[in-house]
C-alpha cells in the first residue's frame, strides 16, 4: 500500500514508510503505518500537514495505550509527537502548558512539584496529552475536561489554532475534535495544595490500580464505555465472559473490562474477543456495550 515518497512534502523530522506499529501499541499487534511520521516540532508538523494530498488521511499516536491497529495497517500518515512535544511548563501557581507528547506520569508528577493539585488522576491514564484530551480521559472521578482551559491543535489542513474547553464538545469520552486534527499541547488548572498531599493522592490510586487493574500484561486498558447507570466489567462478569478466550486474546480474570494479548494473539482475534464480549452482554442484559478503545486500520 506503499505510495512514492516524492509524493510527500520534505519534512525535518523523520518520516518511515511501511512502519511496523505493533512494538509502539500495548497489545503488541497489528499492521505497518503507510506512513509513520515524527515531526521536529510544530512548525514540521503544520507545514507537512499543509502540503499534503488532502484525501490522505491522518491519525495521532500516542503510548498506543488505548488501541487496537488492525492486522492490515494503518493507511496514510500516523503521526507520533516525540521530546519535542513532551515539555511542561508552569504559567502560573496553578496552571501548566503540557506538550501533547507528555505522559499523564510526567503532567501528574511536575503538577506535585508545583504544588498543584486536582490533576494527579492524570497519573492513571495510560496515554499522552494529545491522546487523553481528544478522549475526554479520566479516572477516579475526574475527567479532562474538569481541568482544561484550552488546547493547541494542528488541523489537517496545517492550520494551527487554540480551542477553548467549551470548543471541544466534551462529552463522556468523545470529544469534538476534528478527524486528522493533532493535539501538539494543552492548558490544565488545578489547584494550590501541599506537594504531599498531592503525593499521598497518586499513591492511593497508583495502590487502586495496582489491585484492580492487570498493569503488567500486553492490554489495551479500558475496553468498553461504562453504559449509564452501569459498570462495564460489571456486566461482563454477569455475562460470564472473565476469562473468556480466542485464540490468545483473554478476557482478563483481574478486571474483565481489560482484554489481553497472552501471546500471539493476532488484532483480528482481539477485536472479535471483544464482539464476543458485547454480543454476550445484549443477550445477558439487553445493555449495547459501546467500544472505548479505538479500533484502527483495515483487517487482513
Not at 75 to 88: C, D, H, Q, T
Not at 250 to 261: A, D, G, M, T, Y
Request: glycine fraction near 14%.
Amino acid at each position: 500500500m506503499n505510495q512514492a515518497a516524492a509524493a510527500l512534502p520534505p519534512v525535518r523530522g523523520k518520516l518511515t514508510a511501511d512502519a511496523p506499529l505493533a512494538p509502539l501499541v500495548w497489545f503488541k499487534s497489528g499492521g505497518a503505518a503507510q506512513w509513520l511520521f515524527e515531526p521536529a516540532d510544530a512548525e514540521d508538523l503544520a507545514s507537512f500537514l499543509a502540503g499534503l494530498d488532502p484525501s490522505v488521511p491522518v491519525m495521532g499516536l500516542g503510548l498506543g495505550s488505548n488501541m487496537i491497529v488492525r492486522d492490515g495497517g494503518v493507511p496514510g500518515v500516523v503521526v507520533r509527537l516525540g521530546k519535542a512535544f513532551a515539555g511542561v511548563e508552569q504559567l502560573d501557581p496553578v496552571t501548566l502548558r503540557c506538550g501533547g507528547g507528555a505522559s499523564g506520569i510526567l503532567v501528574s508528577s511536575k503538577a506535585r512539584d508545583a504544588g498543584i493539585g486536582g490533576v494527579e488522576f492524570l497519573r492513571s491514564i495510560p496515554g499522552t496529552v494529545g491522546g487523553f484530551v481528544r478522549m475526554n480521559g479520566g479516572a477516579y472521578g475526574r475527567e479532562v475536561k474538569d481541568v482544561l482551559v484550552e488546547c493547541e491543535v494542528v488541523l489537517r489542513s496545517g492550520e494551527r489554532r487554540v480551542l477553548a474547553l467549551a470548543e471541544l464538545g466534551y462529552t463522556y469520552r468523545h470529544s469534538a475534535l476534528p478527524e486528522g486534527a493533532i493535539v501538539i499541547s494543552a492548558t490544565f488548572r488545578g489547584h494550590g495544595e501541599e506537594p504531599a498531599v498531592i503525593q499521598a493522592e497518586m499513591d492511593r490510586i497508583a495502590a487502586a490500580r495496582e489491585e484492580s487493574q492487570p498493569l503488567r500484561s500486553k492490554t489495551g486498558g479500558s475496553t468498553f464505555k461504562n453504559p449509564d447507570g452501569h459498570k462495564a466489567w460489571a456486566l461482563i462478569d454477569a455475562a460470564g465472559c472473565r476469562g473468556l478466550m480466542r485464540g490468545d486474546a483473554q478476557v482478563s480474570e483481574k478486571h474483565c473490562n481489560f482484554l489481553l494479548n497472552l501471546g500471539n494473539a493476532s488484532s483480528a482475534d482481539i477485536e472479535a474477543l471483544g464482539e464476543d464480549v458485547r454480543a454476550k452482554v445484549k443477550a445477558q442484559s439487553g445493555v449495547e456495550l459501546e467500544w472505548e478503545i479505538q479500533r484502527i486500520g483495515v483487517s487482513k
